[in-house]
T-cell receptor, first 113, second 114 residues
Framework: DMKVTQMPRYLIKRMGENVLLECGQD?????MYWYRQDPGLGLQLIYI???????SEGDIPKGYRVSRKKREHFSLILDSAKTNQTSVYFC????????????FGPGTRLTVL | GEQVEQRPPHLSVPEGDSAVIICTYT??????FYWYKQEPGAGLQLLMS?????DRKEEQGLTVLLNKKDKQLSLNLTAAHPGDSAVYFC?????????????FGHGTILRVHP
C-alpha cells in the first residue's frame, strides 16, 4: 500500500520548546518535502530532500531544520518553537526530482502557545 | 520566480451544476500542471496531471484546459455533487532540469449544496 505517514497528527507546544515532526514513506521515493499550510496561503515549501543527507532549503526555511538519515524517513525540527510556527505541516514524497507528482501525508496540526 | 494566482477563493454551486476554477501562472516555460483535492483533515490528493503539450484532458467528470498563450489552467467539474466539496489547489512545475519543486495556488474552497 503506497503511503506517506506523519506523526504526530496533532501537537501542542509552548513557545521555546523543541518540536520534532516525523514523516515516513513506503514507496522508496528519492525525494521528500516539508510544507506548511496556512489559511489563504496555499502550501509553502520549507525544505526538500533529494536523498539521504542531501537536503536543500525551500522558500521558507528560516526557523526549521531537517534530517534524513534513511530514504524512507524525513524529519522536520523546530528548535525553540515560535507562535508564528503554528500551522499545519505536510510531508510529501516523489519518485525523484524529474517526477513532479507528489504524494502527500495527512498532515500534522501544530499549535505553539 | 514562478507565481500562481488561483480564483475564485470560494465557490458555491448547486448539485448538478458545473464548477470552474482558474489558475494563472507567470513563467511561460512552465511544463507540468497539476490539480489536487484536499478534503477536511486530510492531505492533498492528486486529481489530474497535464504536460504542456496537452491542451485538454478529461477524466471521470473532470476537464482540465491549458491555455499556454494566456498562461491559464482551468479545472471544470461537470455535474458537481456534494462529495466534490473540498479545497482544490492547482500546482505547476518548471521544465527541463526539474528541481522537483511545485508552486501552488492558494486554493479554492468548493461547496456543492443539494
Amino acid at each position: 500500500d503506497m503511503k506517506v505517514t506523519q506523526m504526530p497528527r496533532y501537537l501542542i507546544k509552548r513557545m521555546g520548546e523543541n518540536v520534532l515532526l516525523e514523516c515516513g514513506q513506503d514507496m522508496s521515493h528519492e525525494t521528500m518535502y516539508w510544507y506548511r499550510q496556512d489559511p489563504g496561503l496555499g502550501l509553502q515549501l520549507i525544505y526538500i530532500s533529494y536523498d539521504v543527507d542531501s537536503n536543500s532549503e525551500g522558500d521558507i526555511p528560516k526557523g526549521y531544520r531537517v534530517s534524513r538519515k534513511k530514504r524512507e524517513h524525513f524529519s522536520l525540527i523546530l528548535d525553540s518553537a515560535k507562535t508564528n510556527q503554528t500551522s499545519v505541516y505536510f510531508c510529501a514524497s516523489s519518485l525523484g526530482i524529474n517526477y513532479a507528482e507528489q504524494f502527500f501525508g495527512p498532515g500534522t496540526r501544530l499549535t505553539v502557545l | 520566480g514562478e507565481q500562481v494566482e488561483q480564483r475564485p477563493p470560494h465557490l458555491s454551486v448547486p448539485e448538478g451544476d458545473s464548477a470552474v476554477i482558474i489558475c494563472t501562472y507567470t513563467d511561460s516555460a512552465t511544463a507540468y500542471f497539476y490539480w489536487y483535492k484536499q478534503e477536511p483533515g486530510a492531505g492533498l490528493q492528486l486529481l489530474m496531471s497535464v504536460f504542456s503539450n496537452v491542451d485538454r484532458k478529461e477524466e471521470q467528470g473532470l476537464t482540465v484546459l491549458l491555455n499556454k498563450k494566456d498562461k491559464q489552467l482551468s479545472l471544470n467539474l461537470t455535474a458537481a455533487h456534494p462529495g466534490d466539496s473540498a479545497v482544490y489547489f492547482c500546482a505547476v512545475s518548471g521544465p527541463g532540469a526539474n528541481t522537483g519543486k511545485l508552486t501552488f495556488g492558494h486554493g479554492t474552497i468548493l461547496r456543492v449544496h443539494p
